[in-house]
């Protein structure tokens, strides 16, 4: 009964900005490592951006690093990423991913186009 539903995409021109959402039930969210993925057609899926629960770490990819943030509010069970100076190359479908009870979880994604 693991859902997640991510929101917040849209068309936006080079340099700027968008936040993500991702609203997540049905598994214990607060003891769960979330990460942000992304897909292009005719390129191969990249992790983006993680954050795990054990000392509150985080990851990203080379390509975002210092562009995109990960966050998360255990409270209302949502992990964001806030993405700043977006370049063309950015555009893809973003999920968010989850592991949970030893089986992988995505959700449907949301479209991020820069032009």
């Known amino acids: 009964d693991v859902q997640l539903v991510e929101s917040g995409g849209g068309l936006v021109q080079p340099g700027g900005s968008l936040t993500l959402s991702c609203a997540a039930s049905g598994f214990t969210f607060s003891q769960s490592d979330m990460s942000w993925v992304r897909q292009a057609p005719g390129r191969e899926r990249e992790g983006v951006a993680s954050?795990?629960?054990?000392?509150?770490?985080?990851y990203y990819a080379t390509s975002v690093k210092g562009r995109f943030t990960i966050s998360r509010d255990n409270a209302k069970n949502t992990v964001y990423l806030q993405m700043n100076s977006l370049k063309p190359e950015d555009t893809a479908m973003y999920y968010c991913?989850?592991?949970?009870?030893?089986?992988?979880?995505w959700g449907q994604g949301t479209q991020v186009t820069v032009s």
């Open positions: 954050i795990y629960t054990v000392g509150g770490s985080t």
């Open positions: 991913r989850t592991i949970t009870c030893g089986r992988l979880y």
